[in-house]
């Protein structure tokens, strides 16, 4: 999976989806000495702009990834932007290594698509936030993602593909709300942002059709029939300025109880 997030691609998604990532740090609830925890941070982007701009001066940020190198790349990033309170540490979602109601933010985007236990890390995520600390969770949807292509079950294959083969969790779009609601967190809101690429190269960037067909293909979703149709098409599209993707992110809010 590890092809599927490295700096190059965050750093590409970030181009798009950028605006998202600004509604999100604009609906944080800030106190004053804030200790604010990202959970996957990546190559720190987010934990960055949090810490230099959007953060009072007493906050602190903490970044959190699974990734050595991400994490690496974290320390760089911040250390190029002069960013002091900040910190970055390799870690499991899973098994978060902080006490009890330590944090009063916990953000992470587009991080449950990539989980084997979501629920395990969402409770994490609470037990370490403390009582009305606010969770922020961007997700991208990607069951809902348009294609637009002509024939609506290869569209469908495609995704599901993609949700069920590639991803580990890819319907966590699907699923994230139940979880606020089954654990009792309290001003649950969701909102949602549509992103638009009509560049089929960037949109393969960003979404790697090259391994959605090879993963369809190898595990039987998608026939030599379909791998053809889906050229011809996106060919057609390509030259006749057709082409479209668009996909939603939806930002999930809520306070501990
Ligand atoms: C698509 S990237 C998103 C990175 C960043 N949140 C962003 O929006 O730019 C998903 C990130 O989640 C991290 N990740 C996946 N599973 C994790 C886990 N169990 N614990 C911590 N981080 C994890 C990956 O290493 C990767 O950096």
Redesign the pocket.
């Known amino acids: 999976m590890k092809e599927l ?1 490295n700096d190059s691609y ?1 750093k590409k998604s ?1 181009e798009f989806i950028n605006h998202v990532k600004q509604e999100s740090y604009k609906i944080l609830n800030f106190n004053n000495q804030d200790v604010i925890l990202e ?5 720190g ?2 934990s960055i702009e949090l810490a230099k701009k959007v953060l009072p001066t007493k906050g602190r940020v903490i970044g ?4 050595l190198d ?1 994490v690496e790349t974290s320390k760089k990033n911040a250390h190029t932007a002069a960013c002091t309170n900040i910190e970055f540490i390799v ?4 098994k978060l290594p902080f006490e009890d109601n330590y944090f009063s933010i916990i953000r ?4 449950f698509q ?2 084997k236990n979501p629920l395990i ?1 969402f409770k994490e995520a609470l037990r370490v936030l403390k009582p009305g600390g606010q969770l922020v969770l961007v997700e991208t949807d990607w069951p809902g993602m348009n294609i637009y292509l002509k024939d609506f079950s290869l569209e469908e294959k495609i995704i599901h593909t993609l949700t069920h083969k590639l991803l580990v969790n890819g319907n966590a779009s699907r699923t994230l709300l139940s979880y606020y609601i089954d654990l009792n967190v309290s001003n649950v809101e969701m909102k949602v942002f549509p992103v638009l690429v009509n560049e089929y190269k960037i949109a393969n960037e960003l979404v790697k059709f090259d391994h959605i067909l090879e993963a369809g293909k190898t595990n039987n979703i998608l026939t030599e029939k379909d791998i053809d149709e889906w050229n011809n098409n996106t060919s057609f599209l390509i030259k006749h300025n057709l082409f479209n993707l668009t996909a939603n992110l939806i930002i999930f809010s809520g306070n501990k109880p």
């Open positions: 997030y965050l970030t959970i996957g941070c990546g190559n982007y987010d959190l990834d699974v990734d991400l870690g499991d979602a899973e992470a985007e587009r991080v990539h989980l890390v």
